[in-house]
């Protein structure tokens, strides 16, 4: 009964595909020291930093891509990659009115004018485009609390000391291959610190654009919650339609103090490739928070759309005593799209907690794999986990896989997993219609009941950007 | 999968005496695995099947060298009570009954059988010996087991009873192949016990292929084994409306690998899997299951329970596959474990890997420990505490006892467990 609207759903085109005329400024093509000192004085970086990244890149040579991962790929020609694009600019914008209006164009082509989003929704926002930060709102507001909220490049000019002391704490640099690489070539990112007990009134937000071909995009965000503090953060992302695979090789970081609580909000919207899998990012993102006081709280919420292939496993270090994690995700994957998502949750504190939401979709030719782990260390007394991972079918071309890792070392822990697989059921469907409710609102309303539990932890501003997302993909679909 | 390649050479592990060397027809098969096993070597500790036991070191490390068997084994002591079985057993790699005789089943020494051609069809076919370095060991080293025929339509009233002890420390491996006609039905007991506590290694691949509308119901009952090292494969290849209950009931050992695995290569099929691992002192108990639905309309379920206390480990790893035709499949699977002592261990990875659309798959598993509010409740009516927690364990335990067919095979068990239970040192 399903066959056109399945049809329909997979032919439907991604919407971010446009590409914008902007002058960049790029390296060549290529990976090695010398490119790396290229960025480095391009960033007009300390001695440390250069230090710090060619000790990365020396790692990394000696590393070997992962293979573990539920996803196929043809190999990655590392040397193919530019490794720095920059939207050309005559200097650092202080306000908007210096950025150039092609880029303000081009965000406000994705609804994030930045102007706007300034004026109404009051979200801090920091524009990345290709390799740089190009612009971040609201700065002065924040400064007033003692917030620090910018772009990575002037976090190091303007707060080493912070930036050297918490890069690579949590993510190590010879963490794995990508976080490896990732520590060699980044270019840009965001910063944030929130000083003790302030409450950021604020969501701040991070909007990642690719653009320029050929580019590789390695961003880096570092946040920092002092002790007793609070931040919501949020992150978008979209890239232009383009033939051949881009990469996207992100890493961000959390460090949550005593009594911190840091949410971080993710809405992946990368180009996922056409309908025969041509094209698309590959996203190979590391991201983790570290709980590292007592009673810290670090939250991860993420609506994982896009991308050609999706790696990324944010995670949570619960080191403080009574500290807890939390991770929502709704992963939809379609056409040639192959999504490697989960979680883990290091209980090394006692009386953590953590619990796990994840809710896979899958449809078209894609493969949808849920992978995490729960790990209890012996130090762990009365840890509690609970996980959840279920999965949602549509069409018989696609793959719902689970590897949920549970390791307990502690025996006053309770650990609890449960996870189902199944297509949306035709009775559901069924009593819908019966009240009137069309085919096509009948599956809208089971889906986003299906992933309601994760979109009620977006913030307002997201969770009607994912709505509309998941809507856009799944309505109609019926398996 | 990879495999580490690591410097254990096979013919340390005794490959170059294995019966399957008599067997002319078998000889390809013989050179193949041997290269492959060469090539690729035994898991070591990174290859993800075998993380979290590593039963290559553990091997190699393996003393048999000053270890005399007691020369007599009584085997009366590893009866059933009550059960009316077939019983062969085996003493080392000696069989030390006499054959069964029933009418129309043929139960022969595999490599007597292999000899005539019988089960060449279905040797090596339904276990890849290529998928496990320890299968392909097997393949090529061993000694001892049994060809198993159940002609069609006949069902085998008395269930065949195979005693595998160890004397001394022995290093062995046996192969069964198991194959049941149309309409027919069986029940293979498998049972390992070893003398004193010595070292031992036994390695056992069993297949079994089970046609239209057959039953076969497969124990493995690991009790009184101490010091034994061992890896037990099972592969099931299922028909057309056929139905197989496995039971795995690991009491002991030293380091016990249980290799599960059915394959539901028809429609209809029905499979249940019950599994309790019973641990204790330091022993390390690991079940590998897989469930394969290939063809659409089938049912499995899956349930293993695990206690563990002092320094043991438990392992538990299942994994279902539906394949992309495969609708209409429900596939069930509960793990659940209890932590007993602060250094006791459990890993357990519940894995689902689906590729059809119209199917109903769950998974779910849990780790905790014994309710003290039960606890409580038995000891205010007054019940004292140990036995109160005897009762709370027997009661967790109890679910994959209460799943087994054979009333005297149950009540043998219940009584071996919640005697272990009962013992305050459990």
Redesign the interface.
């Known amino acids: 009964m399903s066959k056109d609207i399945i049809e329909e759903f997979t032919s439907r085109e991604y919407e971010h595909g446009w590409t914008t005329n902007i002058e960049v400024d790029a390296a060549p093509k290529g990976l090695n020291e010398e490119i790396i000192r290229f960025i480095s004085a391009k960033k007009n970086e300390p001695e440390w930093l250069l230090e710090w990244r060619l000790k990365a890149y020396r790692q990394w040579t000696r590393m070997k891509e992962p293979?573990?991962p539920n996803v196929k790929y043809p190999p990655i020609d590392y040397q193919d990659i530019i490794y720095y694009a920059a939207p050309k600019q005559k200097a650092r914008p202080e306000s908007l009115e210096d950025v150039d209006p092609e880029l303000l164009k081009t965000f406000e082509k994705l609804g994030i004018s930045l102007v706007e989003q300034k004026r109404l929704t009051g979200v801090a926002v920091d524009a990345v485009i290709d390799s740089v930060s190009v612009a971040t709102t609201f700065k002065e507001t924040l400064a007033e609390l003692g917030i620090i909220f910018c772009s990575f490049s002037e976090a190091v000019q303007k707060h080493p000391d912070l930036v050297r002391k918490y890069m690579g704490s949590v993510v190590p640099v010879n963490d794995n291959y990508f976080a490896a690489l990732n520590s060699a070539v980044f270019t840009d990112g965001s910063f944030c610190y929130i000083p003790k007990g302030v409450r950021c009134p604020m969501e701040l937000s991070t909007y990642f654009r690719i653009n320029a071909a050929n580019t590789g995009q390695f961003e880096r965000t570092l946040i920092i919650a002092d002790e007793g503090s609070y931040v919501s953060y949020l992150e978008g992302c979209t890239a232009p339609m383009r033939d051949e695979h881009q990469l996207h090789a992100a890493v961000v970081e959390i460090y949550a103090m005593k009594n911190a609580h840091v949410k971080y909000s993710t809405v992946q919207n990368w180009y996922p490739g056409d309908k025969e899998g041509k094209g698309g990012i590959y996203n190979f993102v590391t991201k983790r928070g570290l709980c590292a006081g007592e009673h810290s709280k670090i939250s991860w919420t993420q609506v994982e759309t896009g991308s050609a292939i999706t790696w990324k496993y944010p995670s949570c270090i619960l080191k403080g005593d009574y500290s807890s994690g939390e991770f929502y995700s709704v992963a939809v994957t379609n056409n040639y799209q192959q999504a490697d998502t989960g979680t883990k949750m290091i209980h090394i504190g006692k009386g953590t907690r953590s619990r796990i939401v994840s809710k896979g979709i899958s449809a078209g030719h894609s493969q949808n794999s849920y992978r995490g782990q729960v790990h209890v260390l012996?130090r762990a007394e009365g840890a509690r986990n609970f996980s959840q991972c279920d999965?949602l079918?549509?069409?018989?071309?696609?793959?719902?896989?689970?590897?949920?890792?549970?390791?307990?070392?502690?025996?006053?822990?309770?650990?609890?997993?449960?996870?189902?697989?199944?297509?949306i059921g035709e009775d559901q469907i069924f009593y819908c219609q019966q009240r009137g409710i069309d085919e096509e609102s009948a599956v809208a309303l089971i889906v986003n009941g299906y992933a309601r539990e994760v979109l009620k932890q977006l913030p307002m501003e997201f969770a009607v950007e994912a709505q509309k997302l998941l809507a856009l993909t799944l309505e109609g679909s019926v398996? | 999968m990879t495999t580490n390649a690591i410097d254990t050479n096979p013919t340390l592990l005794g490959v170059s005496s294995g019966a399957i060397d008599s067997i002319p027809s078998l000889a390809t098969l013989r050179d193949e695995t041997f290269r492959h096993l060469q090539e690729v070597g035994f898991p070591g500790p990174k290859n993800e099947e075998y993380k979290y036991t590593p039963l290559t070191r553990a091997l190699e490390k393996l003393s048999l060298d000053d270890q005399e068997g007691t020369g007599t084994v009584n085997l009366a002591d590893y009866a059933i009570p009550d059960l009316d079985a077939t019983v062969v057993a085996f003493v080392n790699e000696k069989c030390v009954t006499s054959l069964p005789e029933t009418e129309g089943l043929i139960v022969k020494p595999l490599q007597e059988a292999l000899s005539e051609g019988k089960g060449i069809n279905h040797f090596a076919k339904i276990v890849d010996a290529q998928s496990d370095a320890f299968v392909a060991w097997n393949t090529l080293a061993w000694t001892y087991g049994f060809y198993i025929e159940v002609p069609a339509g006949k069902t085998l009233t008395k269930p065949l009873v195979i005693l595998h002890v160890s004397d001394g420390a022995v290093r062995k491996a046996a192969r069964n192949l198991i194959v049941v006609g149309r309409n027919a039905q069986c029940t293979v007991i498998q049972m390992f016990a070893s003398t004193g506590k010595g070292a031992s290694y036994v390695n056992v691949v069993t297949e079994g292929f089970v046609d239209e509308n057959a039953r076969l119901d497969l124990y493995a009952i690991q009790a009184d084994m101490p010091g034994q090292i061992q890896f037990n494969q099972t592969r099931v290849l299922q028909k057309d409306n056929s139905r197989v209950n496995s039971y795995a009931f690991t009491l002991g050992g030293k380091l016990v690998r249980n290799n599960l695995a059915l394959a539901l290569d028809g429609q209809g099929c029905e499979s249940h899997m019950y599994g309790l691992y019973l641990l204790n002192g330091d022993t390390h108990a690991d079940n590998h299951t897989v469930v394969d639905h290939i063809k659409p309309n089938s049912f499995s379920n899956e349930l293993y329970k695990g206690i563990m206390d002092d320094t043991s480990r438990g392992v538990f790893n299942g994994k279902i596959y539906v394949r992309p035709n495969a609708q209409k499949t429900n596939a069930f699977q509960s793990n659940r474990n209890i932590l007993l002592s602060t250094d006791a261990k459990v890993n357990t990875k519940p894995q689902l890997e689906i590729w059809a659309d119209d199917v109903k798959c769950s998974h779910g598993c849990t780790t905790g420990q014994i309710d003290e509010d039960a606890l409580f409740y038995l000891m205010a009516r007054g019940i004292p505490r140990s036995t109160a927690r005897a009762m709370l364990l027997y009661a967790f335990a109890g679910e994959t006892i209460d799943a087994v067919s054979l009333p005297p095979v149950q009540q043998y068990l219940a009584q071996r467990v919640s005697q272990r239970l009962q013992r305050n040192d459990f």
Do not use: Q, R
């Open positions: 293979t573990w012996k999965s079918l549509m069409g018989d071309k696609c793959g719902a896989h689970t590897f949920p890792y549970i390791d307990v070392e502690n025996n006053t822990a309770h650990i609890e997993h449960e996870a189902t697989t199944s297509k398996g």
